[in-house]
């Protein structure tokens, strides 16, 4: 299967902002969705697992959800502020692969 | 803390071979699945596959099998990934990253990455 994120997305410091992910084959909440911020030069870090969960140390401006009428996960971040400034990549998996959506740009601007 | 430490970056010529270390701190080292994955220059994530670190089972994503092998020395909490062959395409960092918890699929900590540069 494969998860399918749009290239780029921008806003502006104080909005919000939205990044779906669709999977292609199965259902978007049989298995969890993961999504990883990865800065310019640096590691990706994760931001939200389980769909829904925030790792401790996250701000709660990251969130994310699942809707199932469009086999799509999305992270959606509010208050947005010019360190959100990054590539966000969500992933999910079957029984035998682990899969990473293409990644999306955010700028704020 | 628990963190990934990999080794520095490499330049090789093509079919010659590579093997980068991770090395784990700050937990047991067999209690948590290993990945490896692949981001060429510009590109994205891709998942190149796991090792059970308790069992050293590997298991390599499709088109990741072949040239690519991955182990561990437990004794020392590294994993390893070594490349043969290596071809111009493989030019990409390399990042290892452990399994958050035991049985699941999100992956925290991750390695600050190696790059591989294969030129003539």
């Known amino acids: 299967f494969m998860l399918t994120q749009p290239h780029s997305v921008s806003e502006s410091p104080g909005k919000t902002v939205s990044i779906s992910c669709t999977r292609s084959s199965g259902f978007i909440d049989s298995k969890y969705v993961q999504w990883y911020q990865q800065r310019p030069g640096s590691a990706p870090t994760i931001v939200i697992y389980d769909d829904i969960q925030r790792p401790s140390g996250v701000p709660a401006r990251f969130s994310g959800s699942i809707d199932s009428s469009s086999n799509s996960a999305s992270l959606t971040i509010s208050g947005l502020k010019t360190e959100d400034e990054a590539v966000y990549y969500c992933q999910s998996y079957d029984a035998t692969t682990l899969v990473f959506g293409g990644g999306t740009k955010l700028t704020v601007l | 803390q628990e963190q990934l430490v990999q080794s520095g970056s490499e330049l090789k010529k093509p079919g010659a071979s590579v093997k980068i270390s991770c090395k784990a701190s700050?937990?047991?080292?067999?209690?948590?699945?290993m990945i490896w994955v692949r981001q060429a220059p510009g590109q994205g994530l891709e998942w190149m596959g796991w090792?059970?670190?308790?069992?050293?089972?590997?298991t390599y994503a499709q088109g990741f099998t072949g040239r690519f092998v991955f182990s561990l020395d437990t004794s020392v909490s590294t994993a390893f990934l070594e490349i043969n062959s290596l071809q111009t395409e493989d030019t990409a960092i390399y990042y290892c990253?452990?399994?958050?918890?035991?049985?699941?699929?999100?992956?925290?900590?991750w390695g600050q990455g190696t790059l591989v540069t294969v030129s003539s």
């Open positions: 090792i059970n670190t308790n069992s050293g089972k590997p």
């Open positions: 700050g937990y047991i080292f067999t209690t948590r699945a």
């Open positions: 990253a452990r399994a958050a918890a035991p049985k699941t699929n999100w992956f925290d900590p």
